[in-house]
């Protein structure tokens, strides 16, 4: 079973507006992590937040986590048309390298 | 480091077949994962690897389906008499223990089953 959702499911943008994608998750968590995929292709990792940090950049790229309401959320600024994917989250429930468990992604469309 | 690879990238099989699959993790992970995705989810976890021992394995994975990681390199995936409902992408990826799991994948294995 899938721990996350994230929401919306699908968002459609103009090309250098921001996009804001939300996951939720269901119990206590170590980490979560961001990943891109483009069409039939495999996963891209893009940024980790471990449960006692709240913010995180990394490029165009911020994530921020709330661990009280078990939420994520993703913001990609300045979007251009390469950003379009499907973005997952992962969450990581158990200490020590275990396996990960994605929600069923937001399908971003930028659109130049 | 190539990153994690998987062939082949593409494989049709008649139901009732058997199919192996392999992945080739980076070179200094010692931990591999398994996954499976179908149109429109995300990746479902079915069984991880450190080195040459089998950690886990979801219940996903039916008695058809075993995983190999024979010297703790690259692992192998079979299916035997794959079903249609066996079609899916098959994701590999790897990772270094006390990485803070992050795990890094290959371009996936799409399975069809006729």
């Known amino acids: 079973s899938q721990q996350g959702e994230e929401d919306p499911q699908a968002l459609s943008i103009q090309e250098g507006e921001n996009a804001t994608m939300n996951c939720s998750y269901k119990t206590s968590i170590n980490n979560l992590q961001w990943y891109r995929q483009n069409s039939g292709r495999g996963l891209v990792h893009l940024i980790l937040i471990r449960s006692n940090e709240r913010e995180k950049h990394s490029g165009r790229l911020r994530v921020t986590l709330d661990t009280s309401k078990k939420s994520s959320s993703l913001l990609i600024t300045a979007s251009r048309a390469a950003d379009t994917a499907s973005y997952f989250c992962?969450?990581?429930?158990?200490?020590?390298?275990?396996?990960?468990?994605f929600g069923k992604g937001t399908r971003l469309s930028v659109i130049a | 480091d190539t990153g994690v690879s998987q062939d082949p990238r593409h494989k049709i099989t008649k139901r009732g077949q058997n199919v192996t699959f392999r992945c080739d993790p980076i070179?200094?992970?010692?931990?591999l994962y398994w996954y499976r995705q179908t149109l429109g989810q995300g990746p479902e976890f079915l069984t991880y690897f450190q080195n040459e021992a089998q950690l886990e394995k979801s219940r996903l994975l039916s008695d058809r389906f075993s995983a190999e990681r024979p010297k703790g390199s690259f692992s192998t995936l079979e299916i035997q008499r794959t079903e249609q409902g066996d079609s899916a992408m098959y994701l590999c990826a790897s990772s270094l223990q006390g990485n803070d799991n992050e795990q890094f994948f290959g371009p996936g294995t799409r399975l069809t089953v006729l």
């Open positions: 992962a969450t990581d429930a158990r200490s020590g390298n275990t396996p990960l468990v």
């Open positions: 070179s200094e992970h010692n931990r």
